[in-house]
């Protein structure tokens, strides 16, 4: 079995690459659920100003139905985190932090009905109008920490891989004026989509982590980015670097 890293590279490697349509990007987000060993997945694209909206739930249809009669996303608080803004959160930790209304209560206990009791989520929120949002759940009373951590790391990055190849795939990008990035930059951008910290990258090569930073914001203004993930996750779709 690959390692965390090693599956990471792997994964979006074949995102950027393979894929070419939305069933084969579909396939690919079952190998990820397949691999962390969760028990179920949905993605969801909105896009305001195209009024484009694409979204895959391996939840029971039964289940989805009924969630939907209880307010949905609207009502569930899941949701409403992922649309709030970009990042990654586990359900248990980010719910118990929050104040729940009696509605989002008795939808969650409609999830664990069916046995969803915990999950991760990650989400990239462009003040533009797009909401990507990634989410994996488990039966687990409690998601195993150790494949938390793991995903935690990761998931971002691979959702970031997705979001840039489903924009591609709706011909949102016009390839023929791409930006432009130093040679500095693509550098700084290769360690970065490799998993790189600003003081690991730093450390690397041998200039201070504000100078990494620096890199890091032109690149992440150059491609129009959400932050250096999505930036890093750009620059490989567009061919600017290799990972």
């Known amino acids: 079995m690959k390692s965390y890293e090693e599956f990471l590279l792997a994964i979006v490697d074949a995102i950027i690459n393979d894929v070419a349509d939305e069933d084969a990007l579909v396939a690919h987000i079952h190998k990820v659920k397949d691999y962390y060993g969760f028990d179920g997945f949905s993605y969801f694209y909105y896009h305001s100003a195209r009024q484009r909206t694409f979204s895959v739930d391996t939840r029971p249809d039964e289940l989805k139905i009924k969630y939907n009669k209880c307010g949905g996303i609207y009502v569930d608080p899941v949701a409403n985190l992922t649309a709030s803004k970009s990042g990654v959160f586990r359900w248990s930790t980010a719910l118990a932090n929050i104040e729940i209304s009696p509605e989002q209560y008795a939808l969650m206990a409609l999830g664990r009905d069916y046995n969803i009791n915990d999950g991760i989520s990650a989400s990239l929120v462009d003040p533009a109008g797009t909401i990507d949002a990634l989410n994996f759940y488990t039966s687990d009373a409690q ?16 959702l970031a891989a997705i979001s840039v190849k489903y924009k591609v795939i709706l011909s949102a990008f016009i390839n023929d004026d791409l930006p432009v990035l130093s040679p500095r930059e693509k550098q700084i951008m290769e360690w970065v989509a490799r998993g790189k910290s600003s003081a690991d990258i730093a450390i690397i090569l041998k200039v201070s982590p504000k100078t990494v930073d620096a890199h890091i914001s032109h690149s992440v203004e150059k491609l129009d980015a959400t ?17």
Do not use: M, P
């Open 143 to 158: 998601l195993n920490a150790e494949v938390y951590q793991a995903a935690a790391r990761h998931i971002n990055i691979i």
């Open 227 to 243: 932050n250096r993930t999505n930036a890093a996750a750009k620059a490989v779709t567009f061919g600017l670097i290799k990972i």
